[in-house]
């Protein structure tokens, strides 16, 4: 993506879903949640990253240890953590994601069409047959 992104500075835009895989990993959704509680302290990316490399333990006191390693102020984030608007946005984009078919993680999508090739030649070869049509 981040090659994808350099290519298209201006043409394209990265938007993250949560689609966490409950039904696999049992700690799946408080991962999302983290992440997007993390986010509320503009640290969205941080925690994602941090997470991905304890994606084997995602006990909540790995996911806490983590909080305190990326800088968040842990009492703020323990209560976006339970708002239940936090839980409601990630199960927001879980179901944006069924009712796209998706199925598994990661999946992308390049104006609404499912990415086949995910090898940076395939992308670009998508971005610029949308741009063609944008132009028009």
Excluded at 53 to 58: H, P
């Amino acid at each position: 993506m981040d090659q994808v992104l350099a290519a298209y500075p201006k043409e394209v835009r990265f938007v993250y879903k949560q689609f966490p895989l409950e039904q696999i990993h049992q700690n799946a959704m408080n991962a999302s949640k983290a992440s997007v509680a993390a986010g509320k302290q503009g640290k969205f990316w941080e925690m994602h990253d941090e997470l991905f490399k304890i994606s084997k333990n995602l006990s909540m006191e790995e996911i806490h240890k983590k909080a305190e390693e990326i800088g968040l102020n842990i009492k703020k984030f323990d209560a976006d953590f339970a708002a239940p608007e936090t839980e409601k946005a990630v199960r927001d984009d879980l179901a944006a994601g069924r009712s796209a078919d998706v199925t598994g993680t990661p999946t992308m999508f390049i104006n609404g069409k499912r990415v086949m090739n995910r090898s940076l030649e395939g992308m670009k070869a998508m971005v610029d047959e949308e741009l063609k049509k944008k132009k028009g």
